[in-house]
């Protein structure tokens, strides 16, 4: 079975080896192995579509909120740093990477859904997710057994998660906390819209 975050810890990885201004932060559009070049091109540019830089820092976020490991939340903050000017002058030229932002600093929820036999047991609840406007959140699907157990290995938020009631269960999480789990999807959409005030979150 597909582990999602397992392959994005190997995309990255290659990135990180290959592609990252490890001195200024960011990630070059050519890798450490081409031919020689008079410069590295840094894309700080979102159009049509968002820059590379944008989007990884986006997804080192993710996965630092997904495995708790603290050096893809450092790195994500050199990549916003080497930005940072070109974000406070020009906003709209980096609108994607403002959205990276906007995730460092809210407090993201973290969605488990645990089926009991298929991923296809968990699209009540998944449909619910759709529906709503969450830009700042991370979702781990899996299934009891086998996959979970995997899974974990690398999402500490799993470990001790299990289906209830021979039904798709979901836990909505701030900061590895976890509300009540729940199999109704009413009860699971509004656990995700509920927010925190912004006077209750910590910088």
Not at 115 to 124: F, I, L, M, Q, V
Not at 135 to 153: C, F, H, T, W, Y
Not at 154 to 179: D, H, I, M, N
């Amino acid at each position: 079975m597909r582990n999602p975050c397992r392959e994005a810890e190997a995309l990255d990885t290659t990135l990180e080896k290959l592609y990252e201004d490890k001195q200024h932060g960011g990630y070059f559009m050519t890798s450490g192995d081409h031919e020689s070049l008079l410069a590295r091109e840094k894309p700080a540019y979102d159009g049509a579509e968002p820059s590379g830089n944008s989007v990884q820092a986006l997804n080192l976020l993710r996965l630092h909120e997904l495995t708790t490991d603290d050096r893809y939340r450092q790195r994500a903050e050199r990549a916003l740093e080497a930005f940072g000017d070109r974000m406070a002058q020009a906003p709209a030229a980096l609108s994607e990477m403002l959205l990276a932002a906007d995730f460092r600093l809210d407090t993201p929820k973290e969605v488990v859904i645990v089926a009991p036999t298929s991923r296809k047991d968990a699209e009540p609840l998944l449909a619910k997710l759709q529906a709503t406007f969450l830009p700042n959140r991370v979702l781990v699907v899996a299934v009891d057994g086998e996959d979970i157990a995997a899974q974990s290995q690398l999402v500490p938020l799993l470990k001790g998660k299990v289906s209830r009631k021979g039904q798709a269960t979901a836990y909505v999480c701030e900061r590895q906390v976890c509300r009540l789990p729940t199999t109704d999807p009413a009860i699971f959409a509004d656990q995700i819209r509920r927010t925190e005030p912004l006077s209750g979150r910590s910088p």
